[in-house]
């Protein structure tokens, strides 16, 4: 079992629609947990991150984590062509480096 | 404020040859982190230093690589004798007290 999962995709949405990028993981002592946006031909760049249970809002991004799931995931609300890229979950298990899933591929159809 | 900053942004080199890829990490960050990407393995982290210090290389291929970091403000990742299978993209990262990586733009590595 991976120490964290995610639908390769692509997730397909249309322009205006709710994107919703899923990920889990396996150490239950995980702590924090990050989100990474990554254009094609680009680094990661931190979007999003969440410490507690329930939702964190940051302009149309929302992060929701379920520690007794070991869910998290980001819902990316009225899509834009321009969010069209690969989404990385990250998460800190507490030995100081994150370990990464392998990314969704989001695409968002004009 | 800088971000990380990597050099080269590409390399280009034949098999046998000494790589050196370098990494400034933001400054202030006590974290800092090598990673790997390739279509096929997806991100890789090879090593982390903590206060200049090596944590963790277990991630390193091979004794092909090593890495260093002699200050706080610089380090570097060393191929030798670089392989074509090391053909990837090569990410530095930083981080404070272990939150919230940031990325530098990545050293685009070929090996022929």
């Known amino acids: 079992q991976k120490e964290v999962e995610q639908n390769s995709g692509p997730l397909s949405v249309p322009e205006g629609a709710i994107a919703s990028l899923n990920c889990t993981y396996s150490?239950?002592?995980?702590?924090?947990f990050f989100w990474y946006r990554q254009y094609s031909g680009k680094s990661p760049e931190l979007i999003m991150f969440i410490y507690s249970n329930g939702d964190k809002e940051d302009g149309r991004f929302t992060a929701q984590l379920n520690k007794a799931s070991q869910y998290v995931s980001l819902l990316i609300r009225d899509s834009q062509p321009s969010d069209s890229a690969t989404y990385l979950c990250a998460v800190d298990t507490g030995r100081r480096a994150l370990t990464f899933g392998s990314g969704t591929r989001l695409q968002v159809q004009p | 404020d800088a971000g990380v900053i990597q050099s080269p942004r590409h390399e280009v080199t034949e098999m046998g040859q000494e790589v050196t890829l370098r990494c400034k990490p933001i400054s202030g960050h006590n974290s800092l982190f090598w990673y790997r990407q390739t279509m096929m393995r997806g991100l890789e982290l090879l090593i982390y230093f903590n206060n200049n210090v090596p944590i963790d290389d277990s991630g390193m291929p091979e004794d092909r690589f090593s890495a260093k970091m002699p200050n706080a403000s610089f380090s570097t990742l060393k191929i030798q004798p670089s392989e074509p299978r090391d053909s990837a993209v090569y990410f530095c990262?930083?981080?404070?007290?272990?939150?919230?990586?940031?990325f530098g733009p990545g050293t685009r590595l070929t090996v022929t």
């Open positions: 150490d239950r002592g995980s702590q924090s």
């Open positions: 990262a930083s981080s404070l007290q272990g939150f919230g990586q940031y």
